[in-house]
């Protein structure tokens, strides 16, 4: 009897336990979350499995896209697809004929109205008019490689604990020294943390930690993720509190320089980058206010599909 009395605790303790944890992850209006931006995949046969040479045989690659995250692209110009992996004039076309952006932008995944999930947008970007031009003496494997490049962003919302005296140990509205809930919206780069601590008699410090956690390359904003030091793991990021006075470090302008205020370029060193802000108060006090942000920046993946070209004699 006693083992199942400390059984029925140890239950209930877990239960509760999962039930605090669960009121910890969220944060505002329910996110359909993630951490993919936009899905891509080659259509079944294009290109297919198996091609042949001595130009007898034309094929396309269709690749197709879908914006399975929650920022929407408002342009075609903000998506560039490619294809790589061979020599273009084996395949009878130019290399340019080998990029493309699509005519329209794509939305977003998002909720709806009852709060079901409304679908993103759906892109097919079609390469047509590939034909193995040369003459082998047998079969080989060839490669193709489907490179994108997108700009994107995601949204975050947190919260901010205000008391006119900070060092209260009232905690009837809020604490001020805690970590915070926070909710994302479906992407691949996400503030994971935020955490707030009081910073003097009339100003609170608040520590974001943002993270890469998608599959593929982020890069700065714009610069239609070139390949170079200055562009990698660079984003750009702008935090509103609903208050005057907020001031962040380590943000930059677009020409190196330290920025003031609370938005401005920030490089993610291997992935992942913690930032502090300082927020005044004003001994105003006691009420809790939202913290919204945006992060954006270019996002890079690619897929690929091997295919065997074939010698037909």
Request: proline fraction near 4%; hydrophobic fraction near 35%; aromatic fraction near 8%.
């Amino acid at each position: 009897m006693k083992g199942m009395f400390l059984l029925i605790i140890l239950a209930v303790a877990v239960v509760f336990l999962a039930a605090c944890q669960q009121q910890t992850t969220t944060a505002g209006p329910s996110f359909v979350g993630g951490v993919q931006g936009i899905s891509m995949e080659f259509i079944p046969s294009a290109p297919p499995d198996q091609i042949f040479d001595g130009g007898k045989y034309p094929f396309s690659i269709n690749l197709k896209m879908k914006n399975v995250g929650e920022w929407e692209i408002t342009s075609g110009s903000q998506i560039k697809a490619s294809i790589s992996g061979i020599d273009p004039t084996d395949f009878g076309v130019s290399a340019a004929a080998l990029s493309k952006n699509p005519p329209l932008g794509m939305l977003s995944t998002r909720r709806g109205p009852n709060g079901e999930v409304l679908e993103g947008g759906t892109i097919v970007v079609d390469f047509p008019g590939l034909n193995y031009k040369r003459t082998l003496f047998g079969d080989i494997p060839t490669t193709f490689k489907a490179d994108l490049c997108y700009q994107y962003g995601t949204k975050v919302l947190s919260s901010l604990c205000v008391k006119k005296d900070l060092a209260s140990t009232d905690i009837s509205v809020c604490t001020v020294n805690e970590e915070k809930a926070v909710a994302n919206s479906g992407a691949p780069v996400q503030v994971t943390s935020v955490r707030e601590a009081q910073g003097g008699t009339q100003a609170v410090l608040l520590t974001f930690t943002l993270k890469h956690v998608g599959d593929g390359k982020s890069f700065e904003k714009g610069s239609g993720c070139q390949d170079i030091f200055e562009k990698r793991d660079k984003v750009y990021l702008k935090i509103d509190t609903g208050m005057t006075g907020l001031t962040c470090t380590e943000l930059q302008t677009s020409a190196g320089q330290p920025a003031s205020g609370s938005e401005g370029y920030l490089v993610m060193y291997g992935g992942e980058r913690q930032i502090s802000c300082t927020q005044p108060t004003g001994g105003q006090g006691d009420f809790v206010k939202t913290i919204s942000a945006t992060v954006e920046y270019d996002y890079d993946q690619f897929i690929t599909k091997e295919v065997t070209v074939k010698h037909i004699g």
